[in-house]
């Protein structure tokens, strides 16, 4: 069974790699592919001939996230629908799609793209989503009719524990980065985007009332106007640490087991492979009540994302709480842990074969 993966987030994300290596212990064939031309999903599927179509982000496909050009993202929605319509009723090929996000996380276009999803989607056979919360969120964003409900699917997001070096002590970590031993130090890690709020958290990190307070903001910034933003925000700013560049695998280590907490500051969320991958490192979270974040151990530290002030205040709850976070993070890991490859592939590979 020829299984086709679209597009190719893994050079992003190890999510992709991690499914293809389980799915072809399980005997299927694998490929992932972004596809190239005008017409990228035919030209992908002539050249692999798969059984199966698996869509994990439709929005590269859809929406001109790059130059943001409502005619560019008219004309390659049109595009995808009439591929979609090709592949369904002249190949009968079948269609999966993970729903990831319910729309892009930049909300470029999202009105046009949410249009283009709605039709399209009513084409697919089956869909996977990560929790019981997604899977009500995008019941009732596409009103998807009760007679295909038996074809959404819930299969947990894996987890990244064996995938990145984890053999560093935190001492080592933090001489490496300056950090002192008696530094309390907050994280944020992941692709910096508009929708995962940092300035919240640089705003309430200013605020707090806490000795030799730290905060590492790291990883790339996809936007040149919030880098600036951001870079203008800590400018005078002691204790804070910016390292605004994709961070190698191998070194994730070294920011993880420095910190205390992990914060995030998402805006609006469904699934997140950071929060997976912060749980695999053993890390107490600080984290809004959406998507998802919601079915987490409620040992962390949960805010209402509507009350931006609430960030400052769970931070300052994990600082008063400090002598339990190792206690935190070992519970998440282990909550996390459930979550092996071996089984979402034989899952997986359940939805392909119905």
Same mark, same amino acid.
């Given at each position: 069974?020829?299984?086709?993966?679209?597009?190719?987030?893994?050079?992003?994300?190890?999510?992709?790699?991690?499914?293809?290596?389980?799915?072809?212990?399980?005997?299927?064939?694998?490929?992932?592919?972004?596809?190239?031309?005008?017409?990228?999903?035919? %030209?992908?599927?002539?050249?692999?001939?798969?059984? +199966?179509?698996?869509?994990?982000?439709?929005?590269?496909? &859809?929406?001109?996230?790059?130059?943001?050009? +409502?005619?560019?993202?008219?004309?390659?929605?049109?595009?995808?629908?009439?591929? +979609?319509?090709?592949?369904?009723?002249?190949?009968?090929?079948?269609?999966?799609?993970?729903?990831?996000?319910?729309?892009?996380?930049?909300?470029?276009?999202?009105?046009?793209?949410?249009?283009? %999803?709605?039709?399209?989607?009513?084409?697919?056979?089956d869909y996977i989503v990560h929790c019981e919360e997604a899977k009500s969120s995008f019941i009732k964003k596409y009103r998807i009719s009760? %007679?295909?409900?038996?074809r959404i699917h819930v299969i947990p997001h894996g987890n990244y524990i064996n995938y990145y070096p984890n053999n560093i002590s935190k001492y080592e970590a933090r001489k490496k980065l300056g950090l002192g031993e008696k530094d309390f130090v907050f994280l944020c890690h992941g692709f910096i985007r508009k929708y995962k709020g940092v300035e919240k958290i640089i705003d309430a990190f200013k605020d707090l009332e806490i000795e030799n307070k730290r905060l590492l903001i790291v990883g790339k910034i996809m936007d040149i106007n919030e880098e600036k933003k951001i870079k203008e925000k800590i400018k005078n700013l002691n204790g804070v640490y910016l390292f605004p560049y994709f961070i190698?695998?191998?070194?994730?280590? &070294?920011?993880?087991?420095?910190?205390?907490?992990?914060?995030?500051?998402?805006?609006?969320?469904?699934?997140?492979?950071?929060?997976?991958?912060?749980?695999?490192?053993?890390?107490?979270?600080?984290?809004p009540f959406l998507g998802c974040l919601k079915e987490i151990p409620k040992i962390n530290f949960f805010y209402n994302p509507s009350c931006e002030k609430e960030i400052k205040k769970c931070m300052e709850e994990s600082y008063k709480n400090r002598e339990i976070l190792e206690e935190i993070g070992f519970k998440n890991y282990v909550w996390v842990s459930k979550f092996d490859w071996e089984k979402i592939a034989k899952e997986v590979k359940k939805v392909y074969k119905r």
């Open positions: 069974m020829k299984i086709l993966h679209m597009p190719d987030g893994s050079k992003e994300n190890p999510y992709q790699k991690l499914l293809k290596e389980f799915l072809e212990k399980e005997g299927l064939e694998v490929n992932i592919e972004s596809g190239s031309g005008f017409f990228k999903i035919l %030209n992908a599927f002539k050249r692999f001939k798969p059984y +199966i179509l698996h869509f994990h982000w439709m929005h590269v496909y &859809i929406v001109s996230l790059s130059k943001k050009n +409502i005619i560019l993202s008219f004309i390659k929605g049109i595009v995808f629908l009439l591929q +979609i319509f090709y592949l369904k009723f002249f190949k009968k090929i079948k269609i999966v799609y993970t729903v990831h996000n319910l729309l892009n996380h930049e909300r470029i276009h999202f009105l046009w793209e949410f249009i283009i %999803n709605f039709v399209a989607i009513r084409f697919f056979d009760k %007679n295909r409900f038996s190698k695998e191998q070194d994730m280590q &070294i920011f993880y087991n420095a910190s205390d907490v992990v914060v995030f500051s998402f805006k609006d969320i469904l699934t997140s492979g950071s929060v997976i991958c912060a749980m695999g490192f053993k890390k107490p979270l600080i984290l």
